[in-house]
């Protein structure tokens, strides 16, 4: 079945950009129907959509983050990406990546198991 | 931004109850409202999609309803694995947003 794993940086500087990524397994990234997403999770706190990227390249991202995010797809290694430029400690979360498909009217129905990002000089 | 309201913000319960949280929308979302569950160091668990469908190996004590703004998850007998927080979330409109979950607590 399709797993999804997120890897990357546990801290970063502050006003450095994050990075990182979530490779999926167990199915491809090309396969239409789904969009591929970020999601973050402040510690103790709500969750909060950042982004998400079709396959065919189209994106959508979250206003709130202030045009600081881009989401990538690297179809020839399967994976997707996350960057987040000009970080603050306020950027401190876990950061999960998730398949949603448009099937299911976008509910995430696979997640990967979360990355802690620390910003922090 | 679509606010999410949930309540009660936590509850507690014991084994074999019947739980019902809810979730409000601020404004009409169709039947886009989904319901997750998370369990500590934990990433969330899609339960039911498009407020009333149950995801796949998902159990059938869980369920859930509604349409518009008011929508409800009902757990019709707590099994001990089921003390969780619970969220849900609207694809309605971007960005997509989620509630501020409900902590359910032996």
């Known amino acids: 079945q399709v797993q999804l794993q997120e890897s990357g940086p546990g801290l970063v500087t502050p006003s450095e950009t994050l990075s990182l990524t979530c490779t999926v397994s167990?199915?491809?990234?090309?396969?239409?129907?789904?969009?591929w997403s970020w999601i973050r999770q402040h510690p103790g706190k709500g969750l909060e959509w950042i982004g998400y990227?079709?396959?065919?390249?189209?994106?959508y991202y979250n206003p709130s983050l202030k045009g600081r995010v881009t989401v990538s797809i690297d179809t020839s290694k399967n994976q997707f990406s996350l960057k987040l430029a000009s970080v603050t400690a306020a950027d401190t979360a876990v950061y999960y990546c998730a398949r949603v498909p448009a099937a299911i009217s976008y509910a995430c129905d696979i997640w990967g198991q979360g990355t802690v990002v620390t910003v922090s000089s | 931004d679509i606010q999410m309201t949930q309540s009660p913000s936590s509850l507690s319960a014991s084994v074999g109850d019947r739980v019902t949280i809810t979730c409000r929308a601020g404004q009409r979302i169709s039947s886009d409202l989904h319901w997750y569950q998370q369990k500590p160091g934990k990433a969330p668990n899609l339960l039911i999609y498009?407020?009333?469908s149950l995801q796949s190996g998902v159990p059938s004590r869980f369920s859930g309803s509604g349409s518009g703004t008011d929508f409800t998850l009902t757990i019709s007998s707590l099994q001990r694995e089921d003390f969780a927080t619970y969220y849900c979330q609207q694809s309605y409109s971007t960005p997509y947003t989620f509630g501020q979950g409900t902590k359910l607590e032996i």
């Open positions: 498009t407020a009333s």
């Open positions: 167990g199915g491809s990234i090309n396969s239409g129907g789904y969009y």
């Open positions: 990227m079709y396959y065919s390249g189209s994106t």
